[in-house]
């Protein structure tokens, strides 16, 4: 009996591929039959998860996303290793300064969100689709983005600046890209927990002794959908999906996942939420 992997024979860039939901999708690009490039700039995390996977099956390559000639070298690398690229997943993002104002918004700060979340993003889908489009492979770009590009109030502002503008360049890749067959789609998820949410509230909002259990009980409570947790596995699935030919037709598309969260009226970010239980904690304290 032939096993059906959804990606069989696939090649695979996931910038960001070594922790988080890059880690989970690269596990799970795998077990379906994807040959996956993990491109980052943490090297040791990047090299550890090729020797649990398998150098056959997965290869590494430092990549900054913000910087083109990266860019340019990871395409190269990776079709001088595997002869094409049928997939890219974009999936590099900060979180910036907590500032909720725009009065308050530091504008260093706002290049640096944007020079990730926007411009790297652009850079991933610009020479992707060009090596795509050169071999006239009817490739799938996917980028992760966040409720945030829909919403505002949950994320700091300039997060939510740089993510509303991602859901447009996708938008506008998707139009441009598709008399060459490629599909571009988005995946937003809500709160997950991952190494960059986490160590976001404990060094900068000060939340230094927020432990992984505490986050997740705190998102946990803001679900609308009751009786399951958002984890990198979920987030991952969605973009297999996305990625397979499951979707052939779906393209332009944002896929929230999120519990039904953005349906909701507005709740407070999970900084407030957190500091409003902090409060709670010391008022009974005393």
Known sequence: MHIYFRLEGKVAIITGGASGIGAATTNL????????????IDDELGTNLVQTLGSHIVSYKHCDVTIETDMEALIAFTLAKWGKLDIMISNVGVLGKDASEIMNVDMVNFHDVMSVNVYGMT??????????????????????NSIASIIAGKAPLVYTVSKHALLGLMRASA???????????????SGVLTPL??????????FTSL???EFQD????????????LSTLDVAQ?????????ASFVSGHNL???GGLSITCSQPSLATTIRICEIERDELAN
Not at 29 to 40: M, P
Not at 128 to 141: L, N, P, Y
Not at 238 to 246: E, F, H, K, T, V
Request: charged share 20%; net charge positive.
């Open 29 to 40: 690009f795998v077990e379906n039959g994807a040959l996956v490039i993990i491109a980052d």
């Open 123 to 144: 850079l991933a889908i610009k020479h992707a689709s060009k090596a795509m489009i050169e071999a006239r492979t009817k490739g799938v770009i996917i980028c992760t």
């Open 175 to 189: 139009l441009c890209l598709g008399k060459y067959g490629i599909r571009v789609n988005c995946v937003s998820p």
């Open 197 to 206: 949410p986490l160590k976001f509230l404990r060094e900068v909002n000060g």
């Open 211 to 213: 432990s992984e259990h």
């Open 218 to 229: 705190l998102n946990d409570s803001k679900n609308v959908l009751i009786g399951h947790s």
């Open 238 to 246: 969605s973009i297999l999906y996305l990625a397979s030919n499951d």
């Open 256 to 258: 929230v996942i999120d």
